[in-house]
């Protein structure tokens, strides 16, 4: 299963960080560290294009709680879409979510004049959720309720309440969320589209 792929590589790069930074990175890894192992970063992305660090900070966590949540989201709600989807597509809408996320807080942080180093799988999970929403709903509606039993209420409750959080916690990077959440909801779309067409 792709989902459970991703979690690991997410601990094998977790702990790969702490032997090159040491302990501390369980708690405050250095921005050297994050930068070295492929954060993102508006003025490296845009300045001097170094566009790969919008793929490779989805890998990368601040820290061992930061990376604990988004890996229990991740697998809350990623085996649920991987099964709904197929492998490919989700492997797809996960990379794509967290590309755009990294580009949209990018963009933000650009335009207010911040350069921050922005790092973590949040994007990418905001947009497993937001395709799940689209693809749930529209499951439910067109098989009824008996043939697909899925509480897309929590999901709802989930993205609402973080986005809400991380507009009112300093440190939040509510730019990657919406935009991963942004791509998410289209790839759901897209899905639809594929599957009453195919």
């Known amino acids: 299963m792709i989902t459970q792929s991703i979690i690991l590589i997410n601990i094998i790069i977790f702990f790969f960080m702490i032997s090159v930074g040491g302990i501390t990175v369980i708690t405050n890894p250095s921005t050297n560290?994050?930068?070295n192992f492929g954060a993102s970063h508006s003025q490296l992305v845009f300045d001097y294009g170094e566009f790969w660090r919008l793929l490779t900070s989805n890998y990368l966590h601040i820290g061992?709680?930061?990376l604990l949540f988004n890996m229990w989201c991740l697998y809350s709600i990623g085996l649920e879409l991987e099964e709904s989807v197929g492998s490919p597509f989700y492997l797809l809408t996960y990379t794509l979510s967290g590309i755009i996320g990294s580009l949209v807080s990018c963009l933000y942080y650009s335009n207010i004049g911040q350069n921050?180093?922005?790092a973590g799988a949040s994007g990418a999970v905001f947009g497993i959720a937001g395709t799940l929403l689209v693809v749930s709903i529209y499951f439910v509606k067109k098989f009824?309720?008996?043939q697909f039993n899925y509480d897309y209420s929590s999901l709802i409750f989930f993205i609402g309440f973080n986005i809400?959080?991380?507009f009112q916690v300093t440190g939040i990077d509510n730019g990657a969320h919406l935009g991963g959440l942004m791509c998410g909801l289209f790839m759901g779309f897209v899905f639809i589209i594929i599957n009453e067409f195919s």
Request: a positive charge.
């Open 116 to 118: 921050i180093v922005s």
């Open 33 to 35: 560290l994050l930068i």
């Open 144 to 146: 009824n309720k008996n």
């Open 164 to 166: 809400i959080y991380g």
């Open 64 to 66: 061992f709680a930061h």
